[in-house]
């Protein structure tokens, strides 16, 4: 019978083992990692080119649930990695709302309302929006691609939303075929 460990050891070997992720994560996917770190700077550049506004603190938490899925990804702890994720994209198309809708983002800001991912995706906002960017942009919507852009994003919240509820196909430690549980740290 092997000794029981205490729980400073179990911390210490978890530790030790995310280090080994990180760093086999890093060897790997250096690149990719670059790349989605640099990506995360774009946040930095576009809140700089939004005039002062109240809602910009949400942009400063999707970056930093982009950061933070990053991380948990390179640990190994995609589920994690994916509710960052999800959170991000929640977050990322509030702000786009919030924006245009302040009395609504003060509902919001002091827990008044919640915000629901239905009415972020409905076509009548994403409708208003098609117009307000094909006027900016003075160009016809169909150039925009909203349809194909707001289909992706869909996608992805699904399968964010796949590993946030814990669906089984999505489970950080699933039973194997052996019916051996193994452990994703």
Known sequence: MSPVKTVNEELIQVA?????????????????????????????????????SDTLSVLNEVQNDLFNSVIFA?????????ICLRSSLELTFS????????????LWK????????????????WNLNKKFYSIILNCDTEKLKFDKFIDRIKCLYHSSSQSVHGKYEYMQ?????????????
């Not at 640990?75 to 994916?82: I, K, L, S, T």
């Not at 702000?95 to 003060?106: L, P, Q, W």
């Open 173 to 185: 430690t699933k039973l194997s075929n052996d019916n051996t549980s193994s452990k994703a740290v």
């Open 74 to 82: 390179c640990q190994g702890f995609y589920r994690n990695a994916h």
């Open 95 to 106: 702000f786009i709302y919030y924006y245009d809708h302040h009395y609504d983002y003060v």
């Open 16 to 52: 030790d083992k995310l280090k080994e992720n990180v760093s086999e994560t890093e060897k790997e996917q250096k690149q990719n990692i670059n790349h989605c770190i640099a990506e995360l700077h774009l946040i930095d550049d576009i809140c700089q080119c939004i005039p002062e």
């Open 110 to 125: 002091k827990d008044y309302i919640d915000t629901k991912w239905s009415d972020l995706m409905s076509p009548d906002t």
